[in-house]
């Protein structure tokens, strides 16, 4: 058997493994966003009269810039200076990236 057919068989399945882990990230990325829409609505699209900002569409610098200041207690706030805590920095920048993206 030619070496052919094998390297075109394993390079399909490393395409769709590097699928798969693109998928699993986009997945995880979407669910520490959707951590936030208790607050701040379904894909950062807060409820109409709501007090709290919507996130969906902010700029991307805009986000990482507050949630670090709540996260160093620089911004205060009832509770986002907690919950600013419990993400890493590369987590900020993901739920930022994935917000900014949004639709307004």
Known sequence: MSPKPLIAAALACAAIGGAAAQDAQALYIRSLAATCANCHGTDGRAVQ????????????????????????????????????????????????????????
């Open 49 to 104: 009269g709501s007090q709290v900002p919507a996130l969906a569409g902010m700029p991307q610098v805009y986000i990482v810039e507050q949630m670090k200041a709540f996260k160093t207690g620089t911004r205060t706030a009832t509770v986002m200076h907690q919950l600013a805590k419990g993400y890493s920095d590369e987590q900020i920048h993901q739920i930022a990236a994935y917000f900014a993206a949004q639709k307004k």
